[in-house]
């Protein structure tokens, strides 16, 4: 008979070798996927890894890893202090259209300023004040009604979703665009635009998530809240013993991560995506929880998972065009990672045994 024995104290070599591990049975499982749908596996792999960093096109698809990955690295960077608290924000797809439907229409009502000093920055203070209040709604009424913030966050993305089909065909739909659902394009509109190089892929998203990468790691290594937040993680009543007010805590760990995903939502409709339309929102906001889980909730581990995942989805694009691959394969293959780090990450904490059954 198997059974699983506790360890003693996490192994060192599972909590950092689990996410290779995971990754590889991902692209076991995806092989054998591909493989059931007709398609040759090992081009399938080929096409989603390799094709975007060294194929013949890569010139085009590298600068798609920025777009792609800057929004995922700063919503799982927010994400992994409330994780690293015990604080579960699973709603930050929400606060991402909320941060994207404010921060879009500050510009759209500035429309035609040319002060791009002006309206750009409003933009973003806008956008993560959207994101801020709409994850406020879940931590407030945890700390005053000991609400679950998992159901409510989660609750709240359906809610912004009709926030923004109602939107896109009332208040923020472009006045010029003969009836159409949809905002102006705020990416041509140069004052409101976050592109800094369009043709590199870089936009103030990619910024701002490095940015947030550096002061994740140093709130998290070199001060007092990084170790408040860990320990509270960790060890609850010694946290509180020590000091640390858990209302607070969980204010600050879901306002920042609603900041943030809201920030990385006015950086995508402002640059990338460049309307207000009904399907703006791509799930960067939920595949954001597996970025976070697979770079171990470390900020340079998230940064390397979100260039990951990034690749997976630009990678999964090739394979769709080049060898009729469905996007829902795809999109199990990207979930499978997550399903794989979850199921490896148990022997950190816990050791396969072999044991004889008893004797009749």
């Known amino acids: 008979m198997i059974i699983l024995e506790k360890r003693p104290q996490p192994s060192q070599f599972w909590s950092y070798g689990a996410p290779i591990v995971a990754v590889i049975l991902t692209m076991i499982f995806g092989a054998a996927l591909f493989a059931t749908l007709g398609k040759p596996p090992i081009e399938a792999l080929s096409k989603i890894f390799w094709e975007p960093l060294f194929g013949e096109f890569n010139f085009f ?20 202090l409330g994780f690293k608290a015990g604080i579960w924000n699973i709603g930050a797809e929400g606060q991402y259209i909320i941060g994207a439907l404010c921060g879009a229409a500050v510009g759209l009502a500035l429309y035609p300023m040319e002060a791009r000093w002006l309206v750009l920055p409003a933009m973003l203070i806008a956008g993560a004040f959207g994101g801020f209040a709409w994850a406020m709604i879940p931590g407030i009424l945890r700390v005053k009604f000991n609400t679950n913030e998992i159901l409510v966050s989660l609750m709240l993305v359906y809610v912004a979703e ?10 923020l739909k472009n006045p010029e665009g003969m009836g159409f659902p949809g905002s102006r394009n705020l990416s041509q509109y140069a004052s409101a635009s976050s592109w800094i190089d369009q043709g590199n892929g870089m936009h103030w998203g990619v910024v701002i998530a490095l940015i947030a990468v550096i002061f994740a790691y140093i709130l998290f290594t070199r001060h007092i809240l990084g170790f408040q937040i860990k320990l509270a993680g960790q060890a609850p009543r010694a946290a509180a013993f020590s000091g640390v007010n858990p209302a607070r805590l969980v204010l600050f760990c879901l306002g920042t991560s609603g900041a943030l995903a809201g920030i990385a939502g006015l950086t995508e409709v402002s640059g990338p995506a460049g309307v207000v339309s009904i399907d703006f929102n791509v799930g960067y906001g939920f595949t954001a929880i597996i970025v976070a889980f697979l770079g171990r909730l470390h900020p340079v581990g998230i940064l390397m998972a979100g260039t990951l995942m990034a690749l997976t989805y630009i990678g999964g694009d090739v394979a769709q065009s080049s060898l009729g691959l469905p996007k829902a394969a795809i999109q199990v293959f990207q979930g499978t990672l997550l399903f794989s780090l979850l199921g490896v990450d148990v022997l950190t904490n816990y050791r396969v045994r072999m044991k004889r059954g008893a004797v009749a």
């Open 61 to 80: 698809y590298l600068p798609q890893l920025l777009i792609k990955g800057a929004p995922l690295v700063a919503i799982a960077l927010g994400l992994s």
């Open 162 to 171: 009709q926030l923004l089909a109602a939107m896109a065909l009332g208040a």
